[in-house]
């Protein structure tokens, strides 16, 4: 019976190993082999007691390209990918989204996906009555939005001089990916081109 239990205990044990060697793999070839795009974004720095100091950071990306057939509704939560292209700016943008890819591009699972109306429920005027701005709110269209992924671990030494630069700097703030496959990682974090890791060391 003793020795049944060890078994199991091992088997779970080396499952779990594997599992954790794939995903370090998988990440490795996807910053090894990708396509290196950059999001502008807004970070600050929560610490997690089981997983350390990280950098959490947001990239929502929008578009207004996307099947004409897609409606309003929560169903379709999660369900796109997203083609990227770069922008003129140096920067890359959501150029459309897709139930899959459709024809040649960058194309990605975003971390989180959803179709909305362009107005956000924030644009409710100051005594708006809630059918007015029902109407106004439907009006403005619909748009898919994107999230890509937000956590950058960093040294624990490190983590709270990168948080204060972000801070003070997070309109200048960049996220760094890598693109392969249809899958994305976060590599990076910069502040004015420069890693923001090498500017706090």
Known sequence: ??????????????????????????????????TEIRFKCQAYDPYDPLRGRYLRMTVNEMTTNFPSSVTYHHEFDNKFVVRLEPSTNGLWRVAEAAFEPAGDGVWVKPKSSNIDYRLPWSAQGKGEKWPAFEKRREASGLVVHASFPNQLFVNEKLAPAAEKLLREKTRDAVAVYRVFNGEIVLTGIEIGGKSILEQVE
């Open 1 to 34: 019976m003793k020795m049944s239990r060890l078994l199991f205990a091992v088997a779970v044990l080396a499952v779990q190993c594997l599992a954790i060697g794939w995903l370090i793999v998988r990440y490795e070839r996807v910053v090894q082999k990708g």
